[in-house]
Nanobody, 122 residues
Framework: VQLQASGGGLVQAGGSLRLSCAAS????????MGWYRQALGTARELVAR???????TYADSVKGRFTASRDIAENTVYLQMNSLKPEDTAVYYC?????????????????YGQGTLVTVSS
C-alpha cells in the first residue's frame, strides 16, 4: 500500500486546511484509514481514525474542530481542519490499516505515508 498525502502548508491561527490522502497498490482489504501527527520532539499521535464500519474516533485535542472522512470506493481519506491552533503544528501522516485471514491465520498491518507539514502561526 502506497499512501500519498497532500494539502499541508502554512496558515494563521483560526484558519482552515484540508488534507487529502489516496492509497494505491494491489490490495482489497483496507479496514480503516486515518491520520496521525507528530510535532517536533514528541511521539506520533492518532488524530482521527475512520473505519469501514463503525464510528470515527478523534483525539480529544481536535474534537469539534477536525473532521475526517473517507471515500471507501476510491481508497481516499480527508481531514478538514478548522479553527487551527499553533499547537496543531506538526507533520501529518496518512494511515491505512489492512486486515485479512489466510491459511496461516489472521493478519493486521498498518501503513503510513510520507507526511505533510502543517504549520499554524500565531
Amino acid at each position: 500500500v502506497q499512501l500519498q498525502a497532500s494539502g499541508g502548508g502554512l496558515v494563521q491561527a483560526g484558519g482552515s486546511l484540508r488534507l487529502s490522502c489516496a492509497a494505491s497498490g494491489t490490495f482489497s482489504d483496507i479496514s480503516a484509514m486515518g491520520w496521525y501527527r507528530q510535532a517536533l520532539g514528541t511521539a506520533r499521535e492518532l488524530v482521527a481514525r475512520v473505519p469501514n464500519i463503525g464510528t470515527t474516533t478523534y483525539a480529544d485535542s481536535v474534537k469539534g474542530r477536525f473532521t475526517a472522512s473517507r471515500d471507501i470506493a476510491e481508497n481516499t481519506v480527508y481531514l478538514q481542519m478548522n479553527s487551527l491552533k499553533p499547537e496543531d503544528t506538526a507533520v501529518y501522516y496518512c494511515n491505512a490499516e489492512r486486515e485479512w485471514s489466510d491459511d496461516v491465520g489472521y493478519h493486521k498491518m498498518k501503513y503510513y505515508g510520507q507526511g505533510t507539514l502543517v504549520t499554524v502561526s500565531s
